[in-house]
T-cell receptor
Framework: EAGVAQSPRYKIIEKRQSVAFWCNPISGHATLYWYQQILGQGPKLLIQFQNNGVVDDSQLPKDRFSAERLKGVDSTLKIQPAKLEDSAVYLC?????????????FGSGTRLTVV | GDSVTQMEGPVTLSEEAFLTINCTYTATGYPSLFWYVQYPGEGLQLLLKATKADDKGSNKGFEATYRKETTSFHLEKGSVQVSDSAVYFCALSKNTGGFKTIFGAGTRLFVKA
């Protein structure tokens, strides 16, 4: 089966600019996650979707970050305006509904550098 | 709150050495435990898992046992290879109205030929 697809792989922007990341999960996976991984740290959950509804966005900085998952398939994560501390790898993961305790499948991530 | 603590790296070993990476957790209830591996420039890959106390997860020569009495899930491999060089993440997952996974900070492993 195809894995979790993410694009772009790399992005460099100036602070205060906006940026968007795209994720296509494994076909049939109802649950989609966006994680932020700062260099040298473990991934931190930003937002979790179940189909096209938000399950958990408690760690999402809502003043600048937004995410949507229209039609319960693809998802887009946006940052506007970006700050220097947003430099990180943004990972998308998916799992079958109710199978979160059996692990996730991650995409390769988007490395964002804010200068 | 729930958390995962891993031994700090980097861990540097010679090929064929024995590997242990320590992981302890703090959580209420009965979490599932995982080890993920991240190779350079890639996303995380699930390495192994255990869903209840005393379960042993194993894959590719790696293994870890879910120890509820010591709240630990240490990763071991009897003989490491250069290709095992990567960052290893311990994680726990609980159903809190949707499964949420919390990751440790990661431990970088270097294996020398």
């Amino acid at each position: 089966e195809a894995g979790v697809a993410q694009s772009p792989r790399y992005k460099i922007i100036e602070k205060r600019q906006s940026v968007a990341f795209w994720c296509n999960p494994i076909s049939g996976h109802a649950t989609l996650y966006w994680y932020q991984q700062i260099l040298g740290q473990g991934p931190k959950l930003l937002i979790q979707f179940q189909n096209n509804g938000v399950v958990d966005d408690s760690q999402l900085p809502k003043d600048r970050f937004s995410a949507e998952r229209l039609k319960g398939v693809d998802s887009t994560l946006k940052i506007q305006p970006a700050k220097l501390e947003d430099s990180a790898v943004y990972l998308c993961a998916s799992s079958s509904s109710g199978q979160g305790n059996y692990g996730y499948t991650f995409g390769s991530g988007t490395r964002l550098t804010v200068v | 709150g729930d958390s995962v603590t891993q031994m700090e790296g980097p861990v540097t070993l010679s090929e064929e050495a024995f590997l242990t990476i320590n992981c302890t957790y703090t959580a209420t209830g009965y979490p599932s435990l995982f080890w993920y591996v991240q190779y350079p420039g890639e996303g995380l890959q699930l390495l192994l898992k255990a869903t209840k106390a005393d379960d042993k997860g194993s894959n590719k020569g790696f293994e870890a046992t879910y120890r509820k009495e010591t709240t630990s899930f240490h990763l071991e491999k009897g003989s490491v290879q250069v290709s095992d060089s990567a960052v290893y993440f311990c994680a726990l997952s609980k159903n809190t109205g949707g499964f949420k996974t919390i990751f440790g900070a990661g431990t970088r492993l270097f294996v020398k030929a």
